[in-house]
């Protein structure tokens, strides 16, 4: 078991930054990937981006192409999530994923077995 707690979010100005932290504890001696995903009220939660155990490998949605960036220090046990140009529909909360049976990434929150209690981003336009 990885528990997760995600911290830095808040409210923001379109077209500001963000960088949002996710701590790791637990079984953090195993590789895991780890990932962020987003949600809003009625709708399902969405990938946004994952990194690989090593760092090496990642993915983003579309939709955050060249404007997030992902990274990891495995020795502090620690995931960012450095959010840049921010529009109004990235507004959600946000929730740290690990991946523990694996350390590949991916985008699918099923393959993610703990997950953090989320911080809510507000984007105002």
């Known amino acids: 078991q990885v528990h997760l707690v995600e911290s830095g979010g808040g409210l923001v100005q379109a077209g500001g930054s963000l960088r949002l932290s996710c701590a790791a504890s637990g079984r953090t001696s195993s590789s895991y990937a780890l990932g962020w995903f987003r949600q809003t009220p009625g709708k399902d939660r969405e990938f946004v981006a994952a990194i690989s155990w090593g760092g090496a490998s990642t993915q983003f949605a579309d939709s955050v192409k060249g404007r997030f960036t992902i990274s990891r220090d495995n020795a502090k046990n620690m995931v960012y999530l450095q959010m840049n140009s921010l529009k109004s529909e990235d507004t959600a909360v946000y929730y740290c994923?690990?991946?523990?049976?694996?350390?590949?990434?991916?985008?699918?929150?099923?393959?993610?077995?703990?997950w953090g209690q989320g911080t809510q981003v507000t984007v105002s336009s």
């Open positions: 994923a690990a991946r523990s049976r694996s350390g590949y990434p991916s985008g699918n929150p099923y393959d993610y077995d703990n």
